[in-house]
Protein backbone atom coordinates (compact mmCIF):
# COMPACT_ATOMS: atom_id res chain seq x y z
CA UNK A 1 0.00 0.00 0.00
CA UNK A 2 1.46 3.59 -1.17
CA UNK A 3 0.45 5.85 2.01
CA UNK A 4 0.63 9.70 0.93
CA UNK A 5 2.60 12.62 2.46
CA UNK A 6 1.44 16.22 2.53
CA UNK A 7 4.48 17.84 1.91
CA UNK A 8 4.53 22.08 1.42
CA UNK A 9 6.78 25.03 1.47
CA UNK A 10 5.39 27.20 4.27
CA UNK A 11 7.59 30.31 4.42
CA UNK A 12 6.53 31.67 8.00
CA UNK A 13 3.76 31.04 10.51
CA UNK A 14 1.35 33.39 8.56
CA UNK A 15 0.79 30.61 6.40
CA UNK A 16 0.43 27.85 8.63
CA UNK A 17 -3.33 27.96 8.93
CA UNK A 18 -3.99 27.11 5.41
CA UNK A 19 -1.63 24.08 5.56
CA UNK A 20 -3.45 22.67 8.21
CA UNK A 21 -6.79 22.98 6.59
CA UNK A 22 -5.55 21.25 3.58
CA UNK A 23 -4.21 19.11 5.90
CA UNK A 24 -7.81 18.09 7.43
CA UNK A 25 -9.03 17.99 3.90
CA UNK A 26 -6.81 16.17 2.51
CA UNK A 27 -6.76 12.91 4.90
CA UNK A 28 -10.09 13.94 7.00
CA UNK A 29 -10.25 12.61 10.43
CA UNK A 30 -12.88 10.37 12.88
CA UNK A 31 -15.54 12.47 14.30
CA UNK A 32 -15.30 12.33 18.03
CA UNK A 33 -16.77 13.60 21.00
CA UNK A 34 -13.55 14.84 22.25
CA UNK A 35 -10.23 14.50 20.15
CA UNK A 36 -6.96 15.28 22.24
CA UNK A 37 -4.43 17.24 19.75
CA UNK A 38 -0.96 17.04 21.43
CA UNK A 39 1.96 19.58 20.29
CA UNK A 40 5.56 19.09 21.37
CA UNK A 41 5.81 21.58 24.44
CA UNK A 42 9.16 19.99 25.92
CA UNK A 43 9.19 23.06 27.63
CA UNK A 44 8.87 26.91 27.78
CA UNK A 45 10.76 28.58 25.28
CA UNK A 46 10.68 31.26 22.80
CA UNK A 47 8.47 29.53 19.91
CA UNK A 48 10.99 30.78 17.14
CA UNK A 49 13.95 28.90 19.19
CA UNK A 50 12.88 25.83 17.00
CA UNK A 51 12.74 23.61 20.19
CA UNK A 52 9.25 23.50 20.77
CA UNK A 53 5.68 23.54 18.24
CA UNK A 54 4.99 27.06 17.47
CA UNK A 55 1.13 28.00 18.89
CA UNK A 56 0.10 29.34 15.40
CA UNK A 57 0.35 25.43 14.57
CA UNK A 58 -1.55 24.63 17.71
CA UNK A 59 -4.57 27.02 17.04
CA UNK A 60 -4.71 26.39 13.53
CA UNK A 61 -5.21 22.94 14.42
CA UNK A 62 -7.60 23.53 17.09
CA UNK A 63 -9.82 25.78 15.12
CA UNK A 64 -9.31 23.17 11.86
CA UNK A 65 -11.05 20.61 14.36
CA UNK A 66 -13.69 22.71 15.59
CA UNK A 67 -14.66 23.44 11.99
CA UNK A 68 -14.82 19.75 11.40
CA UNK A 69 -17.17 18.97 14.13
CA UNK A 70 -14.14 17.39 16.97
CA UNK A 71 -13.98 18.60 20.50
CA UNK A 72 -10.36 19.51 21.18
CA UNK A 73 -8.49 19.07 23.82
CA UNK A 74 -4.99 20.46 23.75
CA UNK A 75 -2.87 17.56 26.31
CA UNK A 76 0.56 18.09 26.76
CA UNK A 77 3.58 17.26 30.04
CA UNK A 78 6.58 18.64 28.98
CA UNK A 79 9.72 18.27 30.92
CA UNK A 80 8.94 19.98 34.13
CA UNK A 81 5.80 19.81 35.96
CA UNK A 82 4.83 23.14 34.90
CA UNK A 83 5.98 23.23 31.57
CA UNK A 84 3.03 22.74 29.86
CA UNK A 85 1.14 24.90 31.77
CA UNK A 86 3.56 27.93 30.97
CA UNK A 87 2.79 27.57 27.52
CA UNK A 88 -0.93 26.94 27.93
CA UNK A 89 -1.17 30.03 29.65
CA UNK A 90 1.39 32.26 28.02
CA UNK A 91 0.66 32.13 24.10
CA UNK A 92 -2.64 32.41 22.13
CA UNK A 93 -3.94 28.75 21.10
CA UNK A 94 -7.33 29.95 20.42
CA UNK A 95 -10.31 31.49 22.61
CA UNK A 96 -12.04 29.00 24.74
CA UNK A 97 -9.75 26.18 24.21
CA UNK A 98 -9.46 23.32 26.45
CA UNK A 99 -6.36 22.46 27.95
CA UNK A 100 -4.82 19.59 30.48
CA UNK A 101 -1.13 19.59 31.85
CA UNK A 102 -0.57 15.90 31.81
CA UNK A 103 1.90 15.81 34.45
CA UNK A 104 -0.17 17.19 36.93
CA UNK A 105 -2.85 14.51 36.48
CA UNK A 106 -3.51 11.03 38.25
CA UNK A 107 -1.37 8.24 36.18
CA UNK A 108 -2.71 4.77 35.48
CA UNK A 109 -0.74 1.54 34.60
CA UNK A 110 -1.69 0.31 31.18
CA UNK A 111 -0.93 -2.70 29.40
CA UNK A 112 1.25 -2.61 26.19
CA UNK A 113 2.17 -6.07 25.43
CA UNK A 114 5.21 -5.12 23.37
CA UNK A 115 8.60 -6.47 22.65
CA UNK A 116 10.35 -4.33 25.08
CA UNK A 117 8.03 -2.32 26.92
CA UNK A 118 5.27 -4.41 28.45
CA UNK A 119 3.26 -2.19 30.88
CA UNK A 120 3.52 1.69 31.53
CA UNK A 121 2.31 4.44 33.68
CA UNK A 122 0.53 7.50 31.47
CA UNK A 123 -1.73 10.34 32.27
CA UNK A 124 -5.36 9.83 33.29
CA UNK A 125 -6.41 12.39 29.81
CA UNK A 126 -4.11 10.27 27.64
CA UNK A 127 -6.64 7.75 27.92
CA UNK A 128 -8.64 9.46 25.49
CA UNK A 129 -5.74 8.53 22.73
CA UNK A 130 -5.68 5.23 23.76
CA UNK A 131 -6.27 3.30 20.79
CA UNK A 132 -8.00 6.01 19.41
CA UNK A 133 -7.77 8.71 17.40
CA UNK A 134 -5.47 11.54 18.12
CA UNK A 135 -3.96 14.43 16.46
CA UNK A 136 -0.39 14.78 17.01
CA UNK A 137 1.61 17.84 16.52
CA UNK A 138 5.68 17.42 16.59
CA UNK A 139 8.28 19.51 15.60
CA UNK A 140 11.20 19.06 13.18
CA UNK A 141 13.66 18.55 15.67
CA UNK A 142 17.11 16.54 16.69
CA UNK A 143 17.54 13.84 19.34
CA UNK A 144 20.79 12.81 21.15
CA UNK A 145 19.21 9.52 21.45
CA UNK A 146 16.62 9.17 18.52
CA UNK A 147 18.75 11.14 15.99
CA UNK A 148 15.11 12.39 15.39
CA UNK A 149 12.62 13.76 17.29
CA UNK A 150 8.78 13.58 15.17
CA UNK A 151 5.66 11.82 15.20
CA UNK A 152 6.41 8.30 17.20
CA UNK A 153 8.72 10.23 19.69
CA UNK A 154 6.15 13.05 19.93
CA UNK A 155 4.03 9.87 22.06
CA UNK A 156 6.44 9.94 25.30
CA UNK A 157 4.55 13.34 26.46
CA UNK A 158 1.68 10.95 27.52
CA UNK A 159 4.12 8.85 29.78
CA UNK A 160 4.79 9.79 33.36
CA UNK A 161 8.01 11.48 34.40
CA UNK A 162 10.75 11.17 34.36
CA UNK A 163 10.69 8.65 31.45
CA UNK A 164 14.47 7.77 31.74
CA UNK A 165 12.92 4.40 31.91
CA UNK A 166 12.70 4.08 28.47
CA UNK A 167 16.18 4.98 27.62
CA UNK A 168 17.18 1.68 27.32
CA UNK A 169 15.90 0.01 23.86
CA UNK A 170 14.12 3.52 23.43
CA UNK A 171 13.57 3.05 19.32
CA UNK A 172 12.25 -0.41 20.24
CA UNK A 173 9.97 0.95 22.95
CA UNK A 174 8.77 3.95 21.08
CA UNK A 175 7.54 1.44 18.33
CA UNK A 176 5.66 -0.48 21.60
CA UNK A 177 4.36 2.53 22.32
CA UNK A 178 2.73 3.38 18.94
CA UNK A 179 0.63 0.27 19.45
CA UNK A 180 -1.57 1.59 22.06
CA UNK A 181 -0.54 5.79 20.95
CA UNK A 182 -0.95 6.02 17.17
CA UNK A 183 -1.65 9.23 15.44
CA UNK A 184 -4.96 9.19 13.06
CA UNK A 185 -3.51 12.90 11.93
CA UNK A 186 0.09 14.00 11.73
CA UNK A 187 1.26 17.50 11.15
CA UNK A 188 4.73 18.30 12.00
CA UNK A 189 5.89 21.63 12.14
CA UNK A 190 9.47 22.36 10.43
CA UNK A 191 9.09 26.51 9.77
CA UNK A 192 11.81 26.25 11.72
CA UNK A 193 13.37 23.30 12.65
CA UNK A 194 15.73 22.57 15.75
CA UNK A 195 19.24 21.57 15.42
CA UNK A 196 22.19 20.41 17.55
CA UNK A 197 19.73 19.01 20.28
CA UNK A 198 15.95 18.35 21.00
CA UNK A 199 16.42 20.93 24.72
CA UNK A 200 19.02 23.72 23.09
CA UNK A 201 18.31 23.84 20.04
CA UNK A 202 19.96 25.86 17.52
CA UNK A 203 16.98 27.41 15.12
CA UNK A 204 17.08 26.61 11.49
CA UNK A 205 15.06 28.49 9.19
CA UNK A 206 13.52 25.20 7.18
CA UNK A 207 9.97 26.56 5.85
CA UNK A 208 8.45 23.75 5.71
CA UNK A 209 5.33 21.49 6.94
CA UNK A 210 4.62 17.73 6.82
CA UNK A 211 1.44 15.97 7.12
CA UNK A 212 -0.09 12.23 6.68
CA UNK A 213 -2.93 9.82 8.06
CA UNK A 214 0.14 7.58 8.98
CA UNK A 215 2.75 8.70 11.53
CA UNK A 216 5.63 6.38 10.17
CA UNK A 217 5.33 7.80 6.52
CA UNK A 218 5.48 11.22 7.76
CA UNK A 219 8.33 10.62 9.95
CA UNK A 220 9.94 8.88 7.06
CA UNK A 221 9.90 12.57 4.99
CA UNK A 222 10.02 14.27 7.55
CA UNK A 223 13.56 12.67 8.93
CA UNK A 224 14.21 12.53 4.81
CA UNK A 225 13.86 16.41 4.31
CA UNK A 226 16.36 16.89 7.61
CA UNK A 227 18.97 15.34 5.81
CA UNK A 228 18.79 11.68 7.60
CA UNK A 229 18.21 8.59 5.96
CA UNK A 230 14.49 7.10 7.02
CA UNK A 231 15.91 3.47 6.82
CA UNK A 232 18.63 4.24 9.11
CA UNK A 233 16.67 5.72 12.03
CA UNK A 234 15.69 2.75 13.94
CA UNK A 235 12.18 3.53 15.82
CA UNK A 236 11.24 4.66 11.92
CA UNK A 237 12.41 1.20 10.30
CA UNK A 238 11.23 -1.06 13.31
CA UNK A 239 7.97 0.29 13.38
CA UNK A 240 7.67 0.42 9.28
CA UNK A 241 8.49 -3.04 9.59
CA UNK A 242 5.66 -4.03 12.03
CA UNK A 243 2.79 -1.86 10.66
CA UNK A 244 3.73 -3.01 6.94
CA UNK A 245 5.00 0.70 5.68
CA UNK A 246 7.35 0.56 2.12
CA UNK A 247 9.40 3.24 2.92
CA UNK A 248 10.69 3.27 -0.97
CA UNK A 249 6.66 3.57 -1.71
CA UNK A 250 5.72 6.67 0.14
CA UNK A 251 4.16 9.07 -2.19
CA UNK A 252 5.08 12.95 -1.12
CA UNK A 253 3.46 15.81 -3.47
CA UNK A 254 6.60 17.16 -4.22
CA UNK A 255 9.97 16.84 -4.91
CA UNK A 256 11.81 16.20 -1.30
CA UNK A 257 15.39 16.87 -2.71
CA UNK A 258 14.55 20.57 -3.58
CA UNK A 259 13.42 21.19 0.20
CA UNK A 260 16.35 19.47 2.43
CA UNK A 261 17.99 20.97 5.06
CA UNK A 262 21.24 19.20 6.84
CA UNK A 263 20.39 19.10 10.78
CA UNK A 264 23.18 17.37 12.56
CA UNK A 265 23.89 16.75 16.36
CA UNK A 266 26.31 18.95 18.66
CA UNK A 267 29.50 17.26 19.69
CA UNK A 268 28.30 17.12 23.32
CA UNK A 269 24.58 15.36 21.90
CA UNK A 270 26.12 12.50 20.14
CA UNK A 271 28.60 11.98 23.64
CA UNK A 272 25.31 11.59 25.88
CA UNK A 273 23.95 9.36 23.31
CA UNK A 274 27.10 7.46 22.86
CA UNK A 275 26.22 7.30 26.07
CA UNK A 276 22.74 6.61 26.25
CA UNK A 277 21.76 8.89 28.88
Not at 65 to 93: M, W, Y
Not at 192 to 214: C, F, I, R, Y
Amino acid sequence: MVEKVLVKKVEDYTQVGKFVREAFETFGFEEEDEVIIKPNFLKYNDPLRGCITHPSVVSSAVEAARDSGLKPLVAEGGFGKDSADKCFSSFNLGDGVNFVNLNREEFVKINVGGKALKDVKVAKSALKALNKPFISLPKFKVHHLTGVTLGIKNNMGFLKKPAVYMHLNIHQKLVDLLGVFNPSLVIIDGVVGGDLSESKTKPLDHGVMVASNNVVAADAVAAELMGFMPEKIEHIRLAAEVLGVDLDKIEANVDIERLKRNYSLSFFSRVLGKIGI
